[in-house]
């Protein structure tokens, strides 16, 4: 599957901002699809994910009651809703996707296919 995320941008503290990932080819109702970031200087970490099909979703510590994420299975996209971002959200946002069983998935290396990444700068 190919991943194609959009949606960054430069915006203030307290915005809100969505991002979207479309993902071309077949999506079968056992993929995980995962929204992840990565600040200068910083590993790549975990933000959200969600199971394809029953719409399950995740999200690390730091984006719990501010981000969301969903999909619409007719468009073959995921969003990830972001609102009241701070300035620690700057970051570039990766979303990526996997039918494969893993213990971890708030791991990349979990992750087989991947977008290319849009920034997104929150100014202070």
């Known amino acids: 599957v190919q991943l194609q995320a959009s949606g960054g941008g430069l915006v203030q503290a307290g915005d809100s901002l969505r991002l979207s990932c479309a993902a071309s080819g077949q999506i079968s109702p056992g993929y995980i699809m995962g929204w992840f970031r990565q600040a200068p200087g910083k590993e790549r970490e975990f933000v959200a994910r969600i199971l394809w099909s029953l719409g399950g979703t995740w999200y690390a510590d730091f984006v719990t009651g501010r981000f969301t994420v969903s999909r619409d299975n007719a468009k073959n996209t995921v969003y990830l809703q972001m609102n009241s971002l701070k300035s620690e959200d700057t970051a570039v946002y990766y979303c990526?996707?996997?039918?494969?069983?893993?213990?971890?998935?708030?791991?990349?290396?979990?992750?087989?296919?991947w977008g290319q990444g849009t920034l997104v700068t929150v100014s202070s």
């Open positions: 990526a996707a996997t039918n494969a069983w893993r213990e971890n998935y708030d791991d990349p290396q979990s992750y087989e296919s």
